[in-house]
């Protein structure tokens, strides 16, 4: 695999092919972490006053793609290389997606 998932100390590498793969689980379960940053930032454009928004967000998408690798490792690693070498082509990542999604579904 071209990519890594994880570094040495087992801490998720959220790279664009990472992110891309895990994309529907951060996005059901870091939903009210998004959301709550959104309505910061439409509020106050001031970058500095949704820090702490940002940092819940950030917390949240780290602790999917690490739950995601402990409990699905083989097939996501098998997504995140096939998403890296194919520029993140989802249509062209089916297999390996389905498998991903199998070994770990959407909740």
Not at 29 to 43: G, P
């Amino acid at each position: 695999m071209a990519t890594k998932v994880v570094d040495a100390a087992g801490e998720p590498i959220p790279t664009s092919s990472v992110l891309m793969s895990a994309a529907k689980h951060i996005e059901i379960k870091c939903m009210s972490e998004n959301v709550e940053f959104l309505k910061c930032k439409k509020k106050d454009p001031n970058p500095e006053k949704c820090l702490d928004k940002g940092r819940q967000a950030t917390r949240c998408a780290l602790g999917v793609l690490k739950d995601l690798y402990q409990r699905c490792k083989d097939p996501m690693e098998a997504y995140v290389g096939c998403m890296y070498y194919r520029t993140n082509e989802f249509d062209l990542c089916r297999k390996e997606q389905q498998a991903f999604e199998k070994a770990c579904p959407l909740d």
